[in-house]
Structures are given as C-alpha cells and as structure tokens.
C-alpha cells in the first residue's frame, strides 16, 4: 500500500494559523490555503503532510507528552538528515528548521515528500503470490542495510555524531536506564534479559552510521519494482556506532511464528515474509552483503529485542500518565512482556 494518510489524530492537532503564518514568512513559493493531514503510521515522532495549494511537504515534530527533548531532538535530525542526504540519496532531504516553540508547541522540520509503497504487515498480493519476489525484495531490504553501513560517516562531516569506543556497553546500560525510568510494573523476563546481556557484552566488530531502526514500515518501495528501495524514513535515533548493533534491531523485529499471532500482525514487517523467511536467512545475506563475520550474533538479536520492549514500555508509560490519548498504546504493556519472553527463548537456547 501506498503511505496511508488521513484525519490528524485527536489531541494531534497543530495550530494552523500559527504555521501558515511562520511558513508564508519563510517559503518561497506564496500559498493562500493550508492543509493538515497525518500519516497514519509511526508511534514515536509524528509526521504530518502538509498541503500549500500545489505543494506538498512533510512535516515532523516529537510526539505531544515528550518529557525527554534529547530523546525526540528535531534540530539533531535535521542537521544529521542534511548531511546524509548528499552521500545516500535514499534519505529524505530537509529543508527548513523551526526551534520556535510556539508555532506548534514543539520544535519542527520541513522536507522533502517522498511517494513509494510502505508495507504495513500486509504485503501486496504480488508479494504473497511469487516465493522468487519475496526472496529477491527480503535481499533488497538487508543488502540495502549493508550499502547504509558503507557510508563515509567522516566525509559526511559526522564524525561528531557518535563515540564508537564502548559503544556496545554504553547501549545496554542506556537502554537499561529508559525501562527502568519508564517502568509501570514488575516483568522478570526483562531484567533477566538486562542482567544476561550485561554479562555478554562483546567488543564492537567495527563503526558505521547507522538506522538504529531499520525495518520494513521505515522503508519504501518502488511501485513498480517492489525490489528496488526507494526511500529510508524516520532517522531519529542515527548514530556513529557498531552496525551489528543496527543488525541485532533489525532481527528483533523480525518475528517467528511460534511468537504468536498478536507479534506477527503487527506493521513492523510483512507477515508472509517472516513466515518463510528466518532471522537467520535475514543475518546471512546481511553477512554476504557486508563481508563481516557475524560472531555474537545471539547477543546482538537479544539486544534488538530489548530495545524493541524498552521502546514499547516507553510509549506505554506515556499512555498510563496521561501524556497521550492514542487507544493505539493502551496494550502495549502486552508487546513488552512478550518481547521479554522471546528474548528468554532464544538466550535458553543459544541462537536466534
């Protein structure tokens, strides 16, 4: 499907007054006429179209309840997303930068829309139909990871985006720390998962810029070439670390069947991909894209997964204090404690 967009959700709403005002001042092309819609995708920072007479443009802002301005920092995203644009020209370009709060009670940026099939667990039926194109867009996806890894971070000018030195422990610590701030109640599964990966922590295999959250609903595809990636979204957690650590997020998000009917449903990635395709299939043509060795893979997709239940856990807390009022979060609690329990599974097995 294409991205799906539709009324701004309630308690979204910006003012359009005060941005038709900012934007008239700064736009070069005049407009009489705004319109607000949102995409109907994403849990995090939220992302509207904006329509000025002919123009379109895509607008992002954190999410309404942020109480934490370093963990949703648009001016971060926009300088980053500047300068990757010119190395892969998969990443959207922005244009404009807003750190006025009172336009629409946040800090914002302007880019570049992009048009492109989004799969939201359902895949189009051309996928579902033909094994050969699931296994030709499954390699497109991964080796797409590869070629992000292979970006020259320092001849970007984004050198100072990231520490690669500690960079694995300073994760799991720091990922530790946001379930514990964001904690409504006690799950086992998750602090066992703490503890194992504390214990387990490799040296880094090496540095690159990376997603941090790459997976299928973050990702374009041409409509009439559903092997070819058209576009990488949503770049708020981009940074200069271990690209296994991206790999691991990746899989995390990658489901098995034996994680349940509620799992496989969700938007992350298409479901009839996950049922014929395993984490390990995903991690080998990671492998052969890259040329790196992939030791330590287990802790790696264990750490994905955490992240995954910490960022669930995150939202959830959001909704329980009343910071948000979208029914979508109200179960999330469920996502966590299931997450936990894959994440046991595959630490009481040893492998992904």
């Known amino acids: 499907m294409f991205d799906e967009i539709g009324e701004v959700r309630e308690g979204e709403e910006l003012d359009l007054g005060r941005l038709a005002e900012y934007l008239r001042a700064r736009l070069p092309t005049p407009f009489e006429k705004i319109e607000l819609?949102?995409?109907?995708?994403?849990?995090?920072?939220?992302?509207?179209?904006?329509?000025?007479g002919t123009k379109e443009y895509v607008l992002r802002r954190a999410p309404f309840g942020n109480t934490v301005k370093s963990a949703h920092d648009m001016g971060r995203e926009y300088r980053v997303l500047l300068r990757i644009a010119k190395l892969y020209p998969l990443a959207p370009e922005p244009f404009l930068f807003c750190d006025d709060e009172s336009v629409i009670g946040s800090d914002f940026y302007l880019m570049k829309r992009r048009r492109g099939v989004i799969i939201h667990g359902e895949a189009p039926r051309a996928i579902k139909d033909s094994p050969d194109l699931q296994r030709a867009v499954c390699r497109s996806f991964i080796e797409n990871l590869a070629r992000l890894h292979r970006v020259d971070y320092s001849f970007a000018g984004?050198?100072?985006?990231?520490?690669?030195?500690?960079?694995?422990?300073r994760q799991v610590e720091g990922w530790a720390k946001r379930y514990?701030?964001?904690k409504t109640h006690e799950l086992e599964s998750i602090e066992n998962v703490i503890t194992w990966l504390n214990a387990n922590i490799p040296a880094?295999?090496?540095?690159a810029l990376i997603h941090n959250d790459y997976k299928f609903d973050n990702i374009m595809l041409d409509p009439n070439d559903l092997t070819r990636v058209t576009a990488v979204l949503d770049w708020e957690m981009v940074t200069i670390g271990d690209p296994l650590m991206d790999l691991g997020t990746t899989l995390g998000y990658w489901m098995s069947v034996d994680a349940g009917d509620e799992l496989m449903n969700m938007p992350f990635n298409p479901r009839v991909l996950m049922e014929n395709f395993s984490r390990q299939n995903l991690a080998d043509i990671y492998s052969e894209a890259s040329g790196r060795e992939l030791p330590n893979l287990l802790f790696y997709y264990v750490f994905g997964t955490f992240k995954i239940a910490v960022i669930a856990q995150q939202i959830y807390a959001r909704y329980v204090m009343g910071l948000t009022q979208d029914k979508r979060f109200a179960s999330f609690d469920r996502f966590v404690s299931a997450l936990g329990r894959i994440a046991g599974n595959s630490i009481g097995k040893g492998s992904i």
């Open 204 to 207: 880094e295999s090496g540095a």
């Open 180 to 182: 514990m701030a964001a």
């Open 158 to 169: 984004l050198d100072d985006l990231g520490t690669p030195d500690g960079y694995c422990r």
């Open 37 to 52: 819609l949102q995409f109907k995708a994403g849990s995090s920072n939220l992302t509207y179209l904006i329509k000025l």
